[in-house]
Nanobody, 122 residues
Framework: VQLQASGGGLVQAGGSLRLSCAASGRTVSTYFMAWFRRAPGKQREFVAGISWSGDSLYFADSVKGRFTISRDNAKNSVYLQMNTLESEDTAVYYC????????????????WGQGTLVTVSS
């Protein structure tokens, strides 16, 4: 599975961005998908995750109410809608896929995208 993240960029605080992650090589319709991020000088952290059906969603406390995650299995893609962005959201965002059920542990994810940079200016 190859994952390609896109949609990052420079945005002002309070603005919005939508990240996309397109999978290729095989279908990810049965995989749990997630977004992680790594801010400058910090460790990679879980941001949001979605079950294969889209019925179960998980969010880090820091993004609850501002970010939402969705997927389109027909397009083999997952999305992260980020609203009311804050300077603390500045990071490289990575999409990831796993067949396991441990949703917030980076080590559980076998497949990773290359990352897309989100910069929020205050």
């Amino acid at each position: 599975v190859q994952l390609q993240a896109s949609g990052g960029g420079l945005v002002q605080a309070g603005g919005s961005l939508r990240l996309s992650c397109a999978a290729s090589g095989r279908t990810v319709s049965t995989y749990f998908m997630a977004w992680f991020r790594r801010a400058p000088g910090k460790q990679r952290e879980f941001v949001a995750g979605i079950s294969w059906s889209g019925d179960s969603l998980y969010f880090a406390d820091s993004v609850k109410g501002r970010f939402t995650i969705s997927r389109d299995n027909a397009k083999n893609s997952v999305y992260l809608q980020m609203n009311t962005l804050e300077s603390e959201d500045t990071a490289v965002y990575y999409c990831a896929a796993t067949v396991l059920s441990t949703v917030k542990v980076a080590g559980s994810y076998r497949y990773w995208g290359q990352g897309t940079l989100v910069t929020v200016s205050s």
